[in-house]
């Protein structure tokens, strides 16, 4: 099965990585919708939320929660996005779970 998630997960293909541990690989997206916006990949296979076991589950908003905390600290931004598309009718375009870190910037500043 061809999947581009894995192979940048497993860093086949490159990505922009900003952390990553034995169980994700967490890079930036290649069209943010914000300054900062991340992507949470684990690096085995499941198309989504709904089929991932509990281990994938807890390692990918582990490294949610990680991230995001580092994005307040770094960005300074004033909110983040936690979010995950499941299927195509609710927006998934690549079907290998994901967990969306979009950094919100109320303020009229914005990192360079
Ligand atoms: P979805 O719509 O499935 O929830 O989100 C897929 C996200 O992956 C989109 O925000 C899209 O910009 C991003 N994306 C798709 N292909 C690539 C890629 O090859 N590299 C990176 N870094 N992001 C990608
Ligand atoms: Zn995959």
Redesign the pocket.
Known sequence: MDC??CE?ANGN?P??TIYENDEVRV???????SYG?A?VLPKTHCDSLLECSEKTRNAVFEAAQKVGRHMEDVLGCDGINV???IREGA?????HF?V?LIPRYTKKQKPD
């Open positions: 581009i998630f940048i293909i990505g922009k890079i930036l997206d290649i069209n943010p919708v916006h992507l979010l995950t598309n927006g998934q375009t690549v079907n994901h969306h």
